[in-house]
């Protein structure tokens, strides 16, 4: 998958219905509802059933990822979602009772685990199960997912759920997401009341498998995508009209970081491939290094299209102004300093690194 370049196709072999991309029109809701449809094709044709991470084609997975996140991040974040759902599922190797189907054309998963303050979701055992209750915000997929693997506690300890959503006691709230960065995702907050879920591994298995590390990537290879969506019009303007030696350089720029952001997914990927189990203890490290760098990149592509391009693309051309706010709002899945600070700790532990060569 190139850096920058004019393609704007979903994933190969992927037909939607005239009109329906996600792209087109500029009324919210519609969006919304257009993606909704594109995710629901997408699991009905089978295109959500990536590669595993770890099992020799991870970056192809994340190829698949990248190329969505090009078209729509809003629709990247929901086949995101459901393509990590199945690896977490598989990770675990869960069991599941006949309502809990792992795959299927009507199957669409969302991982729903967001803890921020102000928020609690409890697990309580009752007689013949599981019940939760209370709200779980930042649930992408709330009105088009069909399951969702939810984060809850259990006293002190954080435990998966799966959830069917379309049982009685769970509900989006709504108008629970009320900004325009990544409202095409449905991200609202679900409340939970005495909802009936199956345990998915044991309490903190969730966190403490190397596929959590794995996944992480993921999203960061989301990110570059949408880097990329931000950057094509950058590249757009330049063949189409003279731009200057500076909105050039700007161009210039932005290949070199997205290319360099290429590349070390590459090499993340193989390291993925050939130790998945994470025998070695690198996984935590290389991740945190590489959504620190993509995260700045994608950071990098936002600043410099905007200074190249002016407020023009931003107030005429929809389709970049929800790029620029989707990647925006996405972006902050890295939470900044304080992801910064503990790769900081990592490496000052870490004897294996660029500081011990």
Known sequence: MGPVTGDDSPAP????????????GTDPEQHRRCIAQAFTRLAACGHLDLPLPGRGRTRTRWEALGQWARWDLSL???AEGHADAIAILADLDAQHGDDIPVTGPDVRWGVWAAEPPGYSLAARRVPGGWRLSGVKPFCSGARVCTHALVSAREGESRRLFAVRTDQPGIGPVPDSWPGPGMAGSDTLDVGFDAV?????????AYLQRPGFHHGGIGVAACWQGGA??????????????????????HLGAVDARLSTVD???DGAATAVDADPHDREGKAALRTMRVRAAVEDAADDVLRRVGRAL???????DAVHARAVADLTVYLRQH???????ALGRAASESRSGWGDT
Do not use: F
């Open 196 to 204: 009936r879920a199956t345990p998915v591994g044991e309490p903190g």
């Open 263 to 265: 590349v070390l997914l």
């Open 335 to 341: 939470h900044a300093e304080r992801d910064l600070a």
């Open 228 to 249: 990329a969506a931000v950057a094509r019009t950058l590249l757009t303007a330049s063949r189409t009209w003279d731009l200057g030696p500076h909105a050039l350089a």
């Open 13 to 24: 072999g992927v037909v939607l219905a005239a009109g329906a991309g996600p792209g087109r």
């Open 76 to 78: 990247a974040r929901l």
């Open 310 to 316: 002016g407020a023009t693309p931003l107030g005429h």
